[in-house]
């Protein structure tokens, strides 16, 4: 069974910006939110080809296989997705046209895309073939605002039937959120010095055999020799059903390249009321 990253693999031919920013939407109706739902600025609606009602495909099988198929392809996006699509701007509820919609890439402008978890086990869910219910989420770190796309699973059929632009909830006082702690992880070196256990587990492939993967531990200043750059805009996600739970005191963040072999994870948990970076794992190749 395929993982996301081989299901995605050619997404990185077509696009290859590393930082990009959300495409822009133009129709009138929702002009002051809609901008990051996938249209380009500029962008003319041009001829419609005429479209077959939608089949299920091979791809529906699996949710990543979709998915990649959706991103990419513009006439089977118009075919799986429901229309007048609802969309709920924070707390307004809108419909979309199929004559002002335009192809979203989701996140297939990038060259990586990121996933959140839990824990461990709930990384397994990724290959699952029984979902009937999937999220694909947009983090926004600076404006502290969520976008989700709500795709369902119907006589063999992955259809996307909503899409919910939200605020996140406020932090409680003296206990950040983990997005609120990794938006300033991600960009303050000073701040992350604080939050990064010593010593940090790290787990790579062996240098002096590529098969085999080495356990060893960083110290701080080790970490800024290996560190990769961390993704500080935005994070997307694919909620398999893993719970992502505010209250949640571990986080997993899994960052893939799109057909380069990149693969990072950064393994966050909160002790004493404070994030800390304890483990990070190097496996690409």
Not at 180 to 205: C, G, K, M, N
Request: charge should be negative; aromatic fraction near 14%; glycine fraction near 4%.
């Amino acid at each position: 069974m395929r993982k996301l990253i081989w299901g995605l693999s050619v997404f990185v031919l077509l696009f290859s910006c590393k930082n990009p920013k959300a495409n822009i939407d133009s129709f009138s109706a929702i002009t002051a939110m809609v901008d990051s739902i996938g249209v380009r600025e500029g962008e003319s609606l041009g001829e419609v080809p005429v479209e077959e009602a939608p089949q299920p495909v091979g791809a529906d099988e699996l949710f990543d296989d979709f998915v990649f198929n959706y991103a990419t392809d513009s006439l089977f996006q118009r075919q799986r997705t429901i229309f007048p699509l609802p969309y709920y701007n924070v707390d307004t509820p809108l419909k979309i046209e199929k004559k002002y919609w335009k192809h979203d890439p989701l996140f297939a402008g990038q060259t990586f895309y990121t996933l959140l978890f839990d824990s461990e086990d709930d990384m397994d869910l990724v290959g699952d073939t029984t979902l009937s219910s999937v999220q694909v989420e947009w983090i926004f770190l600076k404006t502290r605002m969520v976008k989700r796309y709500y795709f369902e699973r119907a006589k063999g059929m992955w259809m996307l039937e909503a899409i919910n632009l939200r605020k996140m909830e406020e932090d409680k006082e003296g206990d950040p959120s983990f997005v609120s702690f990794y938006a300033r992880f991600a960009v303050d070196s000073l701040y992350q010095r604080e939050h990064i256990s010593q010593p940090l587990q790290f787990i790579t492939i062996d240098p002096d055999d590529e098969f085999s993967i080495l356990e060893t531990t960083l110290d701080v200043d080790q970490w800024y020799v290996f560190r990769p750059t961390l993704p500080a805009d935005r994070l997307s996600n694919i909620n398999y059903g893993q719970k992502n739970e505010d209250s949640s005191s571990t986080k997993i963040l899994k960052v893939n390249g799109l057909s380069n072999g990149y693969s990072n994870i950064f393994y966050f948990r909160k002790r004493k009321g404070e994030w800390e970076l304890y483990k990070y794992e190097d496996t690409g190749i």
